[in-house]
Structures are given as structure tokens and as C-alpha cells.
């Protein structure tokens, strides 16, 4: 596991990066500005300058609140605010 910040205007959260593909792929990338935006009050996304290692990914996974995960149709980084139902093609790399 790898620690990390992320600091959104004055407020710095801890989270920490799996030891996954996606996980280790995503912290080579660090330090990185990311752009957040909301996507329908379920999560905040960003897109990635490159995309990230799924290898050994699951298939699908039910991630949870303060999740971060790899969405791969769109490529695009994703933090969940709120629980969702099983989704395919999500890749898990941490939680904050």
C-alpha cells in the first residue's frame, strides 16, 4: 500500500493507493493536477494524461464511498461520494 495526499483548495485528504497494477501505475504518475468534476452527485472524475495498468483487474467489483478506481470505457479516474451497485469494467487502485 502507498500513501498519498490529495489536495482539493484549502483541505488535504489522506488516502492510501493498493497494491495493485492500477494502484502502482496510478502513484508513478504522482505528482499530478487533476482537473474534478462532478458526474451526477455519484462521483468526481478526472481525466488521466495516459491510461492506467488493469492487469489482474477483476471483471467487475462493488466499490465503496471514498473508493478510487480506473473506469475503463472512458479512461478516466473516479472517486465515489456514494455506494453504487456492481460495475463492470471499474478498476479498483485505492481509497481515500
Known amino acids: 500500500m502507498t500513501s498519498i495526499n490529495f489536495i482539493i483548495a484549502d483541505a488535504q485528504l489522506s488516502a492510501t493507493l493498493d497494491d495493485t497494477m492500477a494502484g502502482q501505475d496510478f502513484a508513478e504518475l504522482l505528482p499530478l ?12 472524475v ?5 491510461s492506467l495498468d488493469t492487469s489482474g483487474a477483476p471483471e467487475s467489483y462493488k466499490p ?33
Open 64 to 96: 465503496e464511498v471514498g473508493d478510487i478506481t480506473r473506469y475503463a470505457p472512458l479512461g478516466q479516474l473516479a472517486d465515489l461520494l456514494q455506494t453504487i451497485s456492481k460495475i463492470a469494467r471499474a478498476c479498483p487502485a485505492g481509497c481515500i
Open 33 to 44: 493536477d487533476l482537473k474534478l468534476t462532478d458526474f451526477h452527485g455519484i462521483e468526481k
Open 46 to 50: 478526472a481525466d488521466l494524461p495516459r
